[in-house]
C-alpha cells in the first residue's frame, strides 16, 4: 500500500533528521493518513512535525486526530497559537475541540476570533452531546428563493472555499425557512436566467438540533442523501450534517454497542488512550454483578448435590450444555439486538418472532440432543443419554428464548437492548440450565424400576 510505504519512508528519514525529506514526505501523504501515523507518536513528536506543515494544512489533519491526542496538542501551544489553528478548523470540528477545553482557554479563543465567528462557535458548541445539533456544521450554501441560476452560481463560487459540501444548495426564503433544496447538477444544466425557484425541489428531508445522532445517520441512510439540514425546530435553517459526518455516528455508535455487548462501559475518548483505573472502572462492575448472580447457579448445585454424588458421570456433561445453552442464547440475542438497533425488528414484532424462534431452538434442540445422546449412551448408559438428550433440548430451547426475549424486554423498559449482552445472557441460561439438568436426571434417574 501507498500510505505503508510512505510511512516507512518517513519513520527513516525522521531517524536520519532528514528535514528535506520530512517535509516532502509530509506533503505527499493525505491528510487522514498522516494523522493516523501521528496517533502512534507522541504529543511532541507529533506538534514538530505539524508545524512543518502550511497553518491550513495543518488544521485539516488535526481535525482527524481523536480528541486525547487533540487535547494534548492544545497543551502545547499557546494561546495565539491554538486561536490560529481553531480559526483554521471546519466550524463542527472547531466546536468540538471547544468543548475539549478548560474555561480560560475557551474564553482566550473566543477573544480571537471575529464576531460571526465567535458566536457561530457559541451556538454550535452549546448544543448537547449526542444530538444532531452537536455534530452539525454551520459551513454550507444557501442562495435566495428570488435568485436566477446565473446569480445562485455566482453565490457558490463566492461560499464554496468555506464550505463543506456544494453538492447540495439549500435555498431559503424571506424569514430564512428552507423553501427547497437543489443539486449543483440541477443549476449546471439550468438556464442562466431561469428561476432556482422553478427548479428546486420543494420536499426537503430536515430534522430538528434535538434530534440524537444516530437517527441522524438513519434518515441520511434512508435517504441517500449527502447531507441533512438541520432546523431549529421551525424550518430555520442552522446546520447539516454530511454524510461523512454520519458515518463517523455510525462507527462510534457500533462501537458502543460492541463494548455494551461485552459488558463494557462506555469509553470517552479511544481505547489506546484510556488508562489503565478507567479501563478497570468500565469492566469491574458488570464482573462483579455477574459473579454474584453465578451463586445462583451454585446454590442449584448443592441443592442437587446428592443426586450428583450418587451419578458422578452427570458432571461430564454439565459444562457441555451450560455451554450450549448460553450459545444458543447469545446468538438469539445478538440477532435481536441487531434487528432492533437497525430498525429491521420492532416491538409489535415479538410474537411473531417469538414462535420462530421456538420453532428454529427445537431444530436446533433436536439436532444437538441428537448429536449428544450417543456420547450419553457410552458413557452411563441408556438413562444418561435419556438425561443428557433431555436437558440439551430443554436448556437450547429456554436460552434461545432468553436470549431472544430480553432485548425486548429491555427495549419496553426504555432500557438500551444492546445491554443485553452474551455475558447476561450466558449467565441468565446457566441458572436455568443448572435447574433444568439436575431436575430431568433426578426425576429419571431415581424413578423407582418395575
Same mark, same amino acid.
Given at each position: 500500500?501507498? =500510505?505503508?510505504?510512505?510511512?516507512?519512508?518517513?519513520?527513516?528519514?525522521?531517524?536520519?533528521?532528514?528535514?528535506?525529506?520530512?517535509?516532502?514526505?509530509?506533503?505527499?501523504?493525505?491528510?487522514?493518513?498522516?494523522? *493516523?501515523?501521528?496517533?502512534?507518536?507522541?504529543? *511532541?513528536?507529533?506538534?514538530?512535525?505539524?508545524?512543518?506543515?502550511?497553518?491550513?494544512?495543518?488544521?485539516?489533519?488535526?481535525?482527524?486526530?481523536?480528541?486525547?491526542?487533540?487535547?494534548?496538542?492544545?497543551?502545547?501551544?499557546?494561546?495565539?497559537?491554538?486561536?490560529?489553528?481553531?480559526?483554521?478548523?471546519?466550524?463542527?470540528?472547531?466546536?468540538?475541540?471547544?468543548?475539549?477545553?478548560?474555561?480560560?482557554?475557551?474564553?482566550?479563543?473566543?477573544?480571537?476570533?471575529?464576531?460571526?465567528?465567535?458566536?457561530?462557535?457559541?451556538?454550535?458548541?452549546?448544543?448537547?452531546?449526542?444530538?444532531?445539533?452537536?455534530?452539525?456544521?454551520?459551513?454550507?450554501?444557501?442562495?435566495?428563493? *428570488?435568485? +436566477?441560476?446565473?446569480?445562485?452560481?455566482?453565490?457558490?463560487?463566492? +461560499?464554496?472555499?468555506?464550505?463543506?459540501?456544494? =453538492?447540495?444548495? =439549500?435555498?431559503?426564503?424571506?424569514?430564512?425557512?428552507?423553501?427547497?433544496?437543489?443539486?449543483?447538477?440541477?443549476?449546471?444544466?439550468?438556464?442562466?436566467?431561469?428561476?432556482? /425557484?422553478?427548479?428546486?425541489?420543494?420536499?426537503?428531508?430536515?430534522?430538528?438540533?434535538?434530534?440524537?445522532?444516530?437517527?441522524?445517520?438513519?434518515?441520511?441512510?434512508? =435517504?441517500? !442523501?449527502?447531507?441533512?439540514?438541520?432546523?431549529?425546530?421551525?424550518?430555520?435553517?442552522?446546520?447539516?450534517?454530511?454524510?461523512?459526518?454520519?458515518?463517523?455516528?455510525?462507527?462510534?455508535?457500533?462501537?458502543?454497542?460492541?463494548?455494551?455487548?461485552?459488558?463494557?462501559?462506555?469509553?470517552?475518548?479511544?481505547?489506546?488512550?484510556?488508562?489503565?483505573?478507567?479501563?478497570?472502572?468500565?469492566? @469491574?462492575?458488570?464482573?462483579?454483578?455477574?459473579?454474584?448472580?453465578?451463586?445462583?447457579?451454585?446454590?442449584?448445585?448443592?441443592?442437587?448435590?446428592? $443426586?450428583?454424588?450418587?451419578?458422578?458421570?452427570?458432571?461430564?456433561?454439565?459444562?457441555?450444555?451450560?455451554?450450549?445453552?448460553?450459545?444458543?442464547?447469545?446468538?438469539?440475542?445478538?440477532?435481536?439486538?441487531?434487528?432492533?438497533?437497525?430498525?429491521?425488528?420492532?416491538?409489535?414484532?415479538?410474537?411473531?418472532?417469538?414462535?420462530?424462534?421456538?420453532?428454529?431452538?427445537?431444530?436446533?434442540?433436536? $439436532?444437538?440432543?441428537?448429536?449428544?445422546? /450417543?456420547?450419553?449412551?457410552?458413557?452411563?448408559?441408556?438413562?444418561?443419554?435419556?438425561?443428557?438428550? !433431555?436437558?440439551?433440548?430443554?436448556? @437450547?430451547?429456554?436460552?434461545?428464548?432468553?436470549?431472544?426475549?430480553?432485548?425486548?424486554?429491555?427495549?419496553?423498559?426504555?432500557?438500551?437492548?444492546?445491554?443485553? /449482552?452474551?455475558?447476561?445472557? $450466558?449467565?441468565?441460561?446457566?441458572?436455568?440450565?443448572?435447574?433444568?439438568?439436575?431436575?430431568?436426571?433426578?426425576?429419571?434417574?431415581?424413578?423407582?424400576?418395575?
Amino acid at each position: 500500500m501507498k =500510505y505503508d510505504h510512505l510511512a516507512a519512508s518517513l519513520r527513516s528519514a525522521m531517524a536520519r533528521e532528514d528535514q528535506t525529506a520530512i517535509g516532502k514526505l509530509l506533503h505527499d501523504m493525505q491528510d487522514a493518513d498522516l494523522a *493516523d501515523f501521528l496517533s502512534n507518536e507522541d504529543a *511532541d513528536t507529533t506538534l514538530a512535525l505539524l508545524n512543518q506543515l502550511p497553518l491550513n494544512e495543518r488544521a485539516d489533519v488535526f481535525g482527524y486526530l481523536d480528541a486525547d491526542a487533540q487535547l494534548a496538542l492544545s497543551r502545547l501551544l499557546d494561546d495565539r497559537e491554538l486561536a490560529q489553528l481553531v480559526d483554521q478548523m471546519d466550524a463542527d470540528e472547531r466546536a468540538d475541540l471547544f468543548n475539549l477545553l478548560s474555561t480560560g482557554r475557551q474564553q482566550a479563543i473566543l477573544r480571537s476570533l471575529a464576531q460571526e465567528e465567535r458566536e457561530d462557535l457559541r451556538r454550535l458548541s452549546s448544543y448537547a452531546e449526542g444530538t444532531a445539533g452537536a455534530i452539525m456544521t454551520s459551513d454550507y450554501v444557501v442562495v435566495p428563493a *428570488d435568485a +436566477s441560476v446565473d446569480d445562485a452560481l455566482q453565490i457558490i463560487r463566492t +461560499s464554496a472555499p468555506d464550505a463543506e459540501t456544494i =453538492y447540495q444548495i =439549500y435555498v431559503l426564503d424571506e424569514q430564512q425557512r428552507i423553501a427547497g433544496v437543489l443539486s449543483l447538477r440541477d443549476l449546471i444544466l439550468a438556464a442562466p436566467q431561469k428561476a432556482v /425557484s422553478k427548479i428546486m425541489a420543494q420536499e426537503v428531508i430536515s430534522t430538528p438540533v434535538e434530534t440524537p445522532q444516530e437517527e441522524v445517520a438513519k434518515l441520511i441512510a434512508r =435517504y441517500d !442523501l449527502l447531507a441533512l439540514p438541520i432546523t431549529n425546530g421551525g424550518d430555520r435553517l442552522v446546520g447539516i450534517v454530511t454524510y461523512d459526518d454520519a458515518m463517523d455516528v455510525v462507527e462510534e455508535e457500533t462501537t458502543e454497542d460492541i463494548h455494551k455487548g461485552g459488558t463494557i462501559g462506555k469509553l470517552d475518548g479511544s481505547l489506546r488512550g484510556a488508562s489503565l483505573f478507567t479501563l478497570y472502572r468500565k469492566r @469491574v462492575g458488570w464482573l462483579v454483578l455477574l459473579a454474584f448472580a453465578n451463586i445462583i447457579s451454585g446454590a442449584g448445585i448443592a441443592y442437587y448435590e446428592d $443426586t450428583i454424588a450418587t451419578y458422578v458421570v452427570l458432571v461430564f456433561f454439565f459444562p457441555l450444555l451450560m455451554a450450549s445453552g448460553g450459545n444458543a442464547g447469545a446468538q438469539a440475542a445478538t440477532l435481536m439486538v441487531r434487528g432492533l438497533a437497525t430498525g429491521d425488528v420492532h416491538l409489535r414484532d415479538w410474537g411473531k418472532l417469538l414462535g420462530k424462534e421456538l420453532l428454529v431452538a427445537g431444530a436446533l434442540g433436536l $439436532t444437538m440432543s441428537a448429536a449428544i445422546a /450417543s456420547i450419553g449412551a457410552v458413557r452411563g448408559g441408556s438413562d444418561v443419554a435419556l438425561v443428557v438428550a !433431555l436437558s440439551m433440548f430443554v436448556i @437450547v430451547i429456554l436460552g434461545s428464548l432468553i436470549g431472544m426475549c430480553l432485548p425486548f424486554i429491555l427495549n419496553r423498559l426504555k432500557l438500551d437492548p444492546a445491554t443485553a /449482552s452474551a455475558p447476561l445472557v $450466558t449467565t441468565i441460561a446457566d441458572v436455568t440450565g443448572v435447574i433444568v439438568y439436575f431436575s430431568i436426571a433426578t426425576a429419571i434417574l431415581t424413578m423407582p424400576t418395575a
